[in-house]
């Protein structure tokens, strides 16, 4: 079984940075796409940033030049860094993988979310 383990997330005051990271484990071929989002109360969940297998990179309007995706193929690892946050970040974020498994079957993976709440 694969899974996803989420660290880094908490209360922070606005303007602050925080750092989210997660990995993979578990019996999987390879992994393409990893990425961050994030459901505020009452709103559906919404990309924040994608980071290809070779490091191609996209992120939402509402956090360009602020949020930088990044990731490690060896450990199997994403990191997204946020810098500058508004209180308008405040929500759960989530990690996910596009996972292929061994046989590759392709299957879209979810870690259980960390908290994120920037203060004024």
């Known amino acids: 079984q694969v899974q996803l383990v989420e660290s880094g997330g908490g209360l922070v005051q606005v303007g602050r940075s925080l750092r989210l990271s997660c990995a993979a484990s578990g019996r999987f071929f390879s992994i393409n796409d990893m990425g961050w989002y994030r459901q505020a109360p009452g709103k559906q969940r919404e990309l924040v940033a994608v980071i290809t297998s070779g490091g191609h990179t996209d992120y939402a309007d509402s956090v360009k030049g602020r949020f930088t995706i990044s990731r490690d193929n060896a450990k199997n690892a994403v990191t997204l860094q946020m810098n500058s946050l508004k209180p308008d970040d405040t929500a759960v974020y989530y990690c996910?993988?596009?996972?292929?498994?061994?046989?590759?079957?392709?299957?879209?993976?979810w870690g259980q979310g960390t908290q994120v709440t920037v203060s004024s």
């Open positions: 996910n993988a596009a996972v292929v498994r061994i046989g590759y079957v392709r299957e879209s993976i």
